[in-house]
């Protein structure tokens, strides 16, 4: 996990992140971002699909080892395993029709990477009409030995409303 004062060394890249939100299109910060842009989507496409495919393995495999995920008003769950428990008792209670992921910015500063984003998803809950759930997010992505980009530090907020 990052320090407080880590963490407060992130502030300026997030306000940037923010501000870019004002431009329309994703707006990509830092050298190399556009192929960290690609690779962080194929992340998000891979999660989808296996969030459809109710693959809990393929579900976490987006994230860190030690990742932190944070949803506005619920406590903070940490590492792969409690998130993996998370997405499974998820996927006993619906199942997902379809997902879209948007970026809005991307800041990359070497082996870390801001995305500040948002995720649609058709769920139908069990025995409920159909909704539609927004998830908007700021993820902190870090490069892995593996090369491949992975979520530490995941912090969003949800919308539901039913599905038409």
């Known amino acids: 996990m ?9 502030v300026p890249s ?7 939100c004002a431009t329309p299109g994703p707006k990509l910060i830092g050298s190399g971002a556009e192929d960290v842009a690609g ?5 998000w496409r891979a999660h989808s699909a296996a969030a459809i495919a109710r693959d809990a393995e393929g579900i976490v495999d987006i994230y860190a080892d030690d990742a932190v995920y944070v949803v506005d008003g619920q406590r903070p769950i940490v590492g792969k395993k409690a998130l993996a428990a998370m997405e499974s008792r998820g996927m006993q209670q619906g199942e997902i029709r379809a997902v879209r992921h948007r970026c809005e ?7 870390l990477a801001w995305e500040l984003g948002s995720i649609d998803a058709t769920v139908q809950p069990k025995e409920q009409a159909p909704q539609t759930v927004t998830f908007h997010f700021v993820a ?8 491949r980009w992975r979520i530490g530090h995941l912090v969003g907020q949800v919308e539901a409303t039913l599905a038409r």
Not at 2 to 10: C, F, P, V, Y
Not at 105 to 111: K, M, N, S
Not at 140 to 147: I, N, P, Q, T, V
Request: glycine share 6%; no cysteine; proline share 0%.
């Open 105 to 111: 910015a991307l800041r990359v500063d070497g082996d």
């Open 2 to 10: 990052l320090s407080r004062a880590s963490l407060l060394r992130l």
């Open 140 to 147: 902190m992505w870090r490069l892995g030995k593996d090369r």
């Open 14 to 20: 997030l306000l940037m992140l923010f501000a870019a």
């Open 39 to 43: 690779s962080i989507d194929a992340a």
